[in-house]
């Protein structure tokens, strides 16, 4: 894909994918975390651990940009109102590359209710279950 930002409104820093793409109905999507990330600043220097929400994070927008790319186009922003789960498996560190894969489990132009997962090196790193609710505020 040619530019995300196209699809999202998230921009850098807090733009969480590099690419996406559909196959069927599975939404794919990928993310190789740079030892600059602002994050690891913080969390942690010694040890630099991508932080849990970051990574649920990067399966939503996943999910947002394929949602569109499904045809599905909100009334206005779509923002979390749920996160029904989320487990993680394995850490994600500088210069891992995040495969994604994200479903929709039910959606309209109010409600995108999704389900992702995340793997390093074929490994699942994250599985999580939100809703997204269209706000009001226009896209």
């Known amino acids: 894909m040619e530019n995300i930002e196209s699809y999202l409104p998230h921009r ?4 969480f994918i590099d690419d996406a793409h559909i196959e069927g ?3 794919k999507a990928s993310r190789t975390y740079r030892s600059d990330e602002w994050f690891f600043n913080g969390h942690f220097p010694a040890y630099p651990v991508v932080p849990g929400v970051l990574l649920v994070e990067a399966l ?5 940009v394929g949602a569109k790319l499904l045809g599905i186009k909100p009334q206005s922003l ?8 989320a487990t993680f498996r394995r850490q994600v560190r500088p210069g891992d590359k995040l495969e994604m894969e994200v479903v929709n489990l039910k959606s309209s ?3 995108l209710h ?3 997962t995340g793997k390093v090196d074929g490994q699942i790193a994250v599985e999580a279950e939100w809703i997204a609710m269209a706000s009001g505020v226009p896209e």
């Open 12 to 15: 850098p820093p807090f733009l």
């Open 25 to 27: 109905t599975t939404i």
């Open 60 to 64: 939503a927008q996943a999910g947002g």
């Open 78 to 85: 779509f923002v979390f109102a749920k996160i029904r789960s």
């Open 109 to 111: 132009g109010l409600v």
């Open 114 to 116: 999704q389900k992702g």
